[in-house]
């Protein structure tokens, strides 16, 4: 299956932590960058982070930078967004999704070239 499968949202309070599951199939989970995703209210989605098939490689928004990791653990064919520092205006409901190439070289912010997208889950920073 290769539709992603998010979990972990929640409501937390500005400066706290939230970790952002994404589940996937193996051989997509191998093959493909994943990346994440986010719509703020009344907002377009805006992309927030990716990281390589391999692993080796990630890119973040400069809005997350320094606050945001991206990960993914081979046993289990789950990428993680690890959220600390949270603030009020990274409220939004927060997707993951999977790069249409296989095995792209670079990483890619445009969100037009992922083509599998999770329901999303919602994360909520109070003030």
């Known amino acids: 299956q290769v539709q992603p499968v998010e979990s972990g949202g929640g409501t937390v309070q500005a400066g706290g932590s939230l970790r952002l599951s994404c589940t996937t199939s193996a051989r997509t989970f191998s093959n493909f960058a994943m990346g994440w995703a986010r719509r703020a209210p009344g907002k377009q989605r805006t992309f927030v982070a990716a990281?390589?098939?391999?692993?080796?490689?990630?890119f973040y928004a400069d809005s997350v930078k320094g606050r945001f990791t991206i990960s993914k653990d081979n046993t289990k064919n789950t990428v993680y967004l690890q959220m600390n520092s949270l603030k009020p205006e990274d409220t939004a409901v927060y997707y993951c999704?999977?790069?249409?190439?296989?095995?792209?070289?670079?990483?890619?912010?445009?969100?037009?070239?992922?083509?599998?997208w999770g329901q999303g889950t919602q994360v909520t920073v109070s003030s």
């Open positions: 990281i390589r098939w391999s692993g080796d490689n990630t």
């Open positions: 999704a999977v790069d249409r190439r296989w095995k792209r070289v670079s990483l890619t912010t445009d969100l037009t070239e992922y083509d599998y």
